[in-house]
Nanobody, 127 residues
Framework: QVQLVESGGGLVQAGGSLRLSCAAS????????MAWFRQAPGKEREFVAV????????SYADFVKGRFTISRENGKNTVYLQLNSLKPEDTAVYYC????????????????????WGQGTQVTVSS
């Protein structure tokens, strides 16, 4: 089992920044891909970014490119999501997710690929 704990959400004005953290514990592996998804009220959970630990490959949803950055702290099972230039439409609960296996990049965009999920952290951006 893998446990994921997110932190760092909050209320911020448009144009502001936040840094989300996701700490993984349990049966983690350096090859596990770790991703961020988000879900706004009344909407489906959507892919935000993924970091593949083994290859250090990252990928982002088109709507966040240039604004958000996913990164990993060397030697720690922690992944971060730096949110810059936030917009009101970024308001959502942000979830960290991990999978127990590696795969091709196309699988990483779907929430069904991930087995482990954190509890989520709320990000609210005011206009």
């Amino acid at each position: 089992q893998v446990q994921l704990v997110e932190s760092g959400g909050g209320l911020v004005q448009a144009g502001g920044s936040l840094r989300l953290s996701c700490a993984a514990s349990g049966r983690t592996s350096s090859s596990y891909p770790m991703a961020w998804f988000r879900q706004a009220p009344g909407k489906e959970r959507e892919f935000v970014a993924v970091h593949v630990w083994r290859t250090f490959v990252t990928s982002y949803a088109d709507f966040v490119k240039g604004r958000f950055t996913i990164s990993r702290e060397n030697g720690k099972n922690t992944v971060y999501l730096q949110l810059n230039s936030l917009k009101p439409e970024d308001t959502a609960v942000y979830y960290c997710a991990s999978a127990p296996s590696d795969s091709s990049m196309s699988y990483y965009y779907s929430p069904t690929f991930y087995r482990y999920w954190g509890q989520g952290t709320q990000v609210t951006v005011s206009s």
